[in-house]
């Protein structure tokens, strides 16, 4: 079931318009793709909008704007103040639920790593995971079982248990999460080996992004 987000349409303002708006308690956004020859634009609750960041940013939802009925949205694109991190404005893409996406989602971390247990140190390198799927299709989070990973041991993306339809972007022998030794135990070239590891999936991670296929 997707998130509902609840929305309202605005004018389109001037700068000291939209400060006012945000003082209301109240996010300026635009809404645009499928079947819109020009974007719309709208006001959320920054309070609403404040709850489904911390939650799941990159779901696919229902905004229903008032007056105009549900769609269903992906959020693309959030502008901060450089600041206070508050958000200042955000884009949406309007999408088909049966057309191909790809976008994050959310890793779940699930059991206890018996390595961590005997004093390694869990090294989670992924928190998100790029997929491609179906939009109607896309998972709220995927599950990274680490109760069985001991030391010296690792997951990557080939083991997870990704739901029928969904794809991973990333390599499939990039690392997810990994236990190292004890800091005293650790040879140089395993400190070596997962920072490199680290570098590189941060790059993928980086890649990712709601993008339509084509």
Do not use: W
């Not at 809404?31 to 719309?40: D, K, R």
């Amino acid at each position: 079931m997707n998130s509902t987000l609840h929305a309202e349409s605005r004018q389109r303002s001037t700068k000291g318009a939209l400060r006012e708006l945000r003082s209301q308690g109240k996010i300026p956004g635009v809404v645009y793709g499928q079947g819109l020859s020009t974007a719309s634009v709208i006001a959320l609750d920054a309070k609403e909008l404040s709850l489904l960041l911390k939650c799941n940013p990159h779901a696919v939802l229902d905004l229903e704007v008032q007056g105009s009925g549900s769609q269903s949205v992906l959020l693309t694109d959030i502008q901060r103040d450089a600041l206070n991190g508050r958000v200042l404005h955000v884009d949406f893409r309007k999408i088909d639920l049966n057309q191909t996406i790809k976008t994050p989602v959310r890793l779940e971390f699930t059991g206890s790593s018996p390595g961590e247990k005997e004093g390694g140190m869990l090294q989670v390198v992924l928190h998100e995971l790029e997929v491609e799927c179906i939009a109607k299709n896309l998972p709220e989070s995927i599950e990274v079982d680490i109760s069985a990973l001991g030391f010296g041991e690792h997951v990557t993306v080939a083991d997870l248990n990704l739901p029928e339809g969904v794809t991973a972007v990333p390599e499939a022998d990039a690392v997810v999460v990994a236990v190292l030794a004890p800091q005293k135990e650790r040879s140089e070239d395993e400190v070596e080996a997962m920072d490199d590891a680290a570098e590189e999936n941060v790059n993928h991670s980086n890649a990712a992004e709601a993008v339509e296929k084509d």
